[in-house]
Nanobody
Framework: QVQLGESGGGLVQAGGSLRLSCAGS????????IGWFRQAPGKEREFVAA????????YYANSVKGRFTISRDNAKNTVYLQMNSLKPEDTAVYYC???????????????????WGQGTQVTVSS
């Protein structure tokens, strides 16, 4: 079992920044890749970014590339999503996810992940 918990969401004006954290516990968190997803009201959950177990490989959705940065600190069992130049269309509930088969892979589909956090709300006002 792996438990995940997101934090750092909130309300920010367009152009602002937020840093989300995903804290892990349970089975060795640092052994697995992590994905960030988001879901806006009335829309399907979509991929945002992913990072492999060591932090040496990352992948981003085109919509956030150049604005968001995913990183991890395995000593703290935490993965971060730094979000800069936020836009109103970034408003969503953000989730982190992992799977015990996700080591080097950078999964972009929600169906590749079996463990999810509860989500944190990000609201960007115009």
């Amino acid at each position: 079992q792996v438990q995940l918990g997101e934090s750092g969401g909130g309300l920010v004006q367009a152009g602002g920044s937020l840093r989300l954290s995903c804290a892990g516990s349970g089975r060795t968190f640092s052994n697995y890749g992590i994905g960030w997803f988001r879901q806006a009201p009335g829309k399907e959950r979509e991929f945002v970014a992913a990072i492999n177990w060591s932090g040496t490989s990352t992948y981003y959705a085109n919509s956030v590339k150049g604005r968001f940065t995913i990183s991890r600190d395995n000593a703290k069992n935490t993965v971060y999503l730094q979000m800069n130049s936020l836009k109103p269309e970034d408003t969503a509930v953000y989730y982190c996810a992992t799977d015990t088969t996700m080591v080097e892979g950078l999964g972009t589909s929600e169906y590749e992940y079996n463990y999810w956090g509860q989500g944190t709300q990000v609201t960007v006002s115009s």
